[in-house]
């Protein structure tokens, strides 16, 4: 069974520079979510999708971040613009449903300078 | 507000020794609780979770776990630790009511000692 995919792995930009991530859950699974983890830190969830709607987004600073999964499978995180504390690794899960363990992709590191 | 407290930041052992992480959770309701580890450069893995039942939960390589409602914790042991063991270990708590999501710890980093 394929894992979850995100991409890319690595990003380095600019302050007030825009980003976007991908992330490709297991086919299947029905909730997405999207997390950021600071360096020493554990992840924080940022929002979470049941298909292709969102049943919380409470921690998602919306006046630069923002999320869609329009087709209920793959979904974008974008960044605009990033400021230095955006710098993390931006880890993107899914599950069967909003009961079931959770799987994590790899993550995107993400720094700016 | 629900909460994950891991208290320890670090941890060494030597290979072959026993161990114990520590978690402790403040949260309202029964919580679904997991541990989770991280190697560096890697994904996190669930090593277990507690739903519910049996409050000793057996996880994959060699984990278990013990829920202690009483004490509002939720321990990862294992009898004995291998080098590959070495990684970041993350305790999460899942709120089951309204939306549910879940709290990470800060996570204890673990190094074995050859």
């Known amino acids: 069974e394929a894992g979850v995919a995100q991409s890319p792995r690595y990003k380095i930009i600019e302050k007030r520079q825009s980003v976007a991530f991908w992330c490709n859950p297991i086919s299947g699974h029905a909730t997405l979510y999207w997390y950021q983890q600071i360096l020493g830190q554990g992840p924080k969830l940022l929002i979470q999708?049941?298909?292709?709607?969102?049943?919380?987004d409470s921690q998602l600073p919306k006046d630069r971040f923002s999320a869609e999964r329009l087709k209920g499978v793959d979904s974008t995180l974008k960044i605009q613009p990033a400021k230095l504390e955006d710098s993390a690794v931006y880890l993107c899960a899914s599950s069967l449903d909003r009961v079931s363990s959770e799987f994590f992709g790899p993550g995107t590191r993400l720094t700016v300078l | 507000a629900q909460s994950v407290t891991q208290p320890d930041i670090h941890i060494t052992v030597s290979e072959g020794a026993s161990l114990e992480l520590r978690c402790n959770y403040s949260y309202g309701a029964t919580p679904y609780l997991f541990w989770y580890v991280q190697s560096p450069g890697q994904g996190l893995q669930l090593l277990l979770k507690?739903?519910?039942?049996?409050?000793l939960v057996q996880g994959i390589k060699g984990f278990e776990a013990e829920f202690k409602r009483s004490q509002s914790s939720f321990n990862l042991r294992k009898p004995s630790v291998h080098w590959s063991d070495a990684a970041e270990y993350f305790c999460?708590?899942?709120?089951?009511?309204?939306?549910?999501?879940?709290?990470f710890g800060t996570g204890t980093r673990l190094k074995v000692l050859a």
């Open positions: 999708f049941q298909n292709n709607g969102v049943v919380d």
């Open positions: 507690y739903f519910s039942g049996d409050t």
């Open positions: 999460a708590v899942g709120e089951a009511s309204g939306t549910y999501k879940y709290i």
